[in-house]
């Protein structure tokens, strides 16, 4: 099992920045990919971006230019960041932190959520 707690979130006016966590614990020997999701209310959840142990990162159109995901990685822990930049207000969402197991038929992993808001 692999757990994930978030933190960072918070109210932010337009233009201005936040830099989410994510800190995984237990079998993080079990996880490759780790990344953010977010949902804005009456909104489906929808990626916004991914990083590998590699290094390989992947974003959301959306947030290209603006968001930068990284990871800190050794054999004790795992954490990835989301630093935001130029935020708007449509980034308004709660930010979920995921990592799919690298077992097929296993959950992925999801941390509780943290809430973004950002005014205009």
């Known amino acids: 099992q692999v757990q994930l707690v978030e933190s960072g979130g918070g109210l932010v006016q337009a233009g201005g920045s936040l830099r989410l966590s994510c800190a995984a614990s237990g079998s993080i020997f079990s996880i490759n990919v780790m990344g953010w999701y977010r949902q804005a209310p009456g909104k489906q959840r929808e990626l916004v971006a991914t990083i590998t142990r590699g290094g390989r990162t992947n974003y959301a159109d959306s947030v290209k230019g603006r968001f930068t995901i990284s990871r800190d990685r050794d054999s004790a822990k795992d954490t990835v960041y989301l630093q935001m930049n130029s935020l708007k207000p449509e980034d308004t969402a709660v930010y979920y932190c995921?990592?799919?197991?690298?077992?097929?038929?296993?959950?992925?992993?999801w941390g509780q959520g943290t809430q973004v808001t950002v005014s205009s």
């Open positions: 995921n990592a799919p197991s690298i077992f097929s038929g296993h959950s992925d992993y």
